[in-house]
């Protein structure tokens, strides 16, 4: 038996997402957002072309109670700009009598909401106007951010700017997976600054208005690990942190922005327009994150490039520095794709701790998305024990981390019903909750709900692996 020796309070829960779950596209005011006019343009992209069925917006009280009965003590959505503010500058009765339901709803049940403003959603208008690309839509983001405090800071104690913002990038500039579907590595580092920017404009507004909570960002950490010793695949591991990480950790943690990425995006020429008083907000020590979540699903593993790149007119990206690398026997989730390395979990919270102040973090999303699990159905329930192995091992990382004195007070998994994922919709499932479709999205709970249901009564698991 390994007994947890978290502190008071551990957050206990899941995350989810506004455009993941909500569904109900166009009804009470609600504006096209980039994803709807994506689907609507492009549907073949999307995987058996299903678009969100949740519902979440009509069976939120539904599911707030399965996640109370699941004993969690706290959920992270996420508010949809396009549903707050169509239009960029009306706020939306509607919309305000959501996400207040919600989040009462939340409350009442002894559920801690946690909020996040972005999770790779804009409204069409903006996308239109330039996304990322343009500072009007980060004024306007630094709008709705404001509106958000304003509206529902009296009761939630725990905001959030962005998920996963480097995957903003890396989606809508390097590689393809959302729109506008540029590949532009100056424009990706432009919409990389733009977006650290805007989160910071969201934290002075934040502090601003002396809410006194708490405010912070939730950054996927994939812990970079180098093919070898080779030096030439140790600067590779050191340029997939570079792009991926300390481009956001470091301004939001330490104040500073990579010399390194700024030396290299003038050497190859994808140097971006840094606008006056964007660097005094980098160094202004007032807009730490109070907190970091942080999304572990799979480590880094890169190299040195095999082939000499198109130096004369080649489109580059980041894999013109590291080359992802497929080590010869990695444990695989062959649905995602997705390497399962739980010790992951552990380098990543043991780089905050020996390099970022030992900053305090939550584990924000951790699970395991798998294609067509009625296959696994005995006597009605999906018997999930992939899953259960999976959460078992990341807990136990975890804790070793904790008990060599990392700073996490939370263990939140991606997501606790089945939701819709983007390009794969419905393909995998990552739920502890079945979503049933053929049946009017009925909600049936997995084995794995039961297990972690116990884990959180029990704060322990069976686990005795020595942990190497
Ligand atoms: C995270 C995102 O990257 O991974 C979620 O924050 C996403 O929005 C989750 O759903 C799982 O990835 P996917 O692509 O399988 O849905």
Redesign the pocket.
């Known amino acids: 038996m390994l007994k947890f020796d978290f502190k008071k309070n551990f957050l206990w829960g899941s ?1 989810f ?1 506004g455009p ?1 779950t909500e569904g109900a596209f166009f009804e009470d005011g609600k504006a096209s957002s980039n994803w709807d006019y994506w689907f609507k343009k492009e549907k073949y992209r999307f995987f058996n072309e299903q678009p969100c069925r949740n519902d979440f917006y009509h069976r939120y009280e539904e599911d707030i109670l399965i996640a109370k009965n699941l004993n969690f003590n706290s959920l992270r959505t996420s508010i949809q700009w396009s549903r707050l503010i169509p239009d960029g500058k009306t706020v939306n009765p509607k919309g305000v009598e959501f996400y207040n339901n919600v989040i009462n709803t939340m409350l009442a049940n002894n559920i801690k909401p946690i909020i996040n403003l972005f ?2 959603d804009m409204p069409t208008w903006a996308q239109e106007n330039g996304g990322w690309l343009s500072l009007e839509v980060v004024d306007a983001f630094t709008f709705f951010a404001k509106t958000c405090f304003e509206l529902f800071g009296d009761r939630v104690e725990m905001f959030t700017t962005f ?2 913002p480097i ?1 903003v990038v890396e989606g809508s500039y390097w590689y393809d997976w959302h729109i506008p579907n540029e590949i532009s590595m100056q424009d990706g580092m432009q919409a990389q600054w733009n977006i650290l920017i805007a989160h910071l404009r969201a934290v002075k507004a934040y502090r601003e208005l002396k809410l006194d909570r708490q405010i912070g960002c ?1 950054l ?1 950490i994939s812990p970079s690990i180098a093919r070898s010793k080779n030096p030439a695949d140790q600067e590779a591991a050191y340029y997939h942190d570079l792009f991926t990480l300390n481009c956001f950790l470091d301004p939001m943690v330490k104040n500073t922005y990579p010399e390194d990425l700024i030396k290299l995006a003038k050497k190859h020429n994808f140097m971006w327009t840094i606008n006056p008083g964007d660097e005094a907000l980098i160094a202004d020590e007032s807009l730490r994150v109070d907190f970091l979540g942080l ?1 572990y ?1 799979q480590p880094a593993r890169v190299k040195c490039l095999d082939y000499l790149p198109n130096f004369a007119n080649g489109a580059i990206t980041p894999h013109y520095f590291y080359q992802p690398y497929d080590m010869p026997g990695r444990k695989i989730n062959p649905y ?1 794709g ?1 390497e399962i390395f739980p010790k992951g979990i552990y380098l990543a919270l043991m780089n905050l701790k020996n390099n970022y102040n030992n900053i305090p973090v939550y584990i924000s ?1 951790n ?1 395991m ?1 798998v294609e067509n699990e009625e296959r696994f159905i005995k006597d009605g329930v999906i018997d999930d024990q992939y899953r259960i192995n999976f959460v078992k091992e990341h807990l136990a990382w975890m804790q070793k981390a904790i008990s060599e004195g990392a700073n996490c007070f939370g263990y939140h998994s ?2 606790y019903i089945d ?6 919709a419905y ?2 499932r ?1 739920g502890f909750v079945q979503l049933d479709l053929d049946n009017n999205g009925q909600r049936v709970l997995k084995k794995s709900a039961e297990f972690i249901q116990t884990t959180i009564a029990n704060q322990a698991i069976n686990y005795d692996e020595e942990l190497i």
């Open positions: 995350a997402s993941q999770h790779f998920n996963e995957v939730l996927n999304n699903y995602r997705w999303e699970g998305g991606w997501a939701n819709w994922s983007w390009m794969n393909k995998n990552y």
